[in-house]
């Protein structure tokens, strides 16, 4: 089973999602949770960055069959 777009797409959405409701987290949150801010940062920049890579991936060339080729 090859890499598509589709796949590409649901794995972009909820990583842009929640890494940016992490970021949000992080920025806007309240001040008692100030010892995890750092933590949310990293974790909303990681998440972003894996969905923007998994966009980077090549996809393959559609398979051919013999009898299909021209």
Known sequence: ???NRAAKGIVLVPTLLLGS???ATAVWGPAAA???KQL???VGC???AA???AQLMPEP???VRA???P
């Open 40 to 42: 949310a940062i990293v």
């Open 51 to 53: 969905g923007l890579l």
């Open 21 to 23: 409701a992490f970021l």
């Open 67 to 69: 009898d299909e080729k």
């Open 46 to 48: 990681v998440l972003i």
């Open 1 to 3: 089973m090859g890499i």
């Open 61 to 63: 060339e559609p398979e």
């Open 34 to 36: 100030g010892e995890n």
